[in-house]
């Protein structure tokens, strides 16, 4: 989510236009229009006073990425022997190299 878009649906949330939201602000209408644009970049503690004169508190934390790795699957093939291991890459890879032949086949790649 976009700082802009925070402030958007917290402005949103506690039923202010943007020109009751830029009046608790002490500042114009434009500027929260700008605040609340997805392109906006604004500081911290601009978002936190808006934040707080919609009746929010900015809260921050930390945590590790997200990983795109399944540890689970990974854990499962380290408990197979190395031995094993080759074994399925050497006919995972025999399969792979029979679908690209037969694709270099399909495009006229080969005779």
């Known amino acids: 989510m976009s700082p802009g878009q925070l402030v958007r649906d917290a402005r949103r949330s506690a039923g202010l236009s943007q020109q009751a939201l830029a009046s608790r602000m002490g500042t114009t ?3 929260v229009a700008g605040l609340e644009s997805d392109r906006s970049s604004p500081r ?3 978002i936190e006073r808006a934040l707080r004169a919609c009746g929010q508190e900015l809260t921050l934390t930390a945590q590790p990425p997200r990983s795109s790795i399944d540890k689970t699957l990974v854990a499962a093939h380290l408990r197979i ?3 094993e291991r080759l074994k399925v890459f ?3 890879y025999a399969e792979i190299r029979k679908l690209a032949l037969a694709g270099a086949r399909s495009r006229g ?3």
């Open 29 to 31: 209408q434009s500027a």
């Open 44 to 46: 911290v503690a601009t």
């Open 81 to 83: 022997p190395p031995n």
């Open 90 to 92: 050497e006919r995972s």
């Open 109 to 111: 790649e080969l005779a």
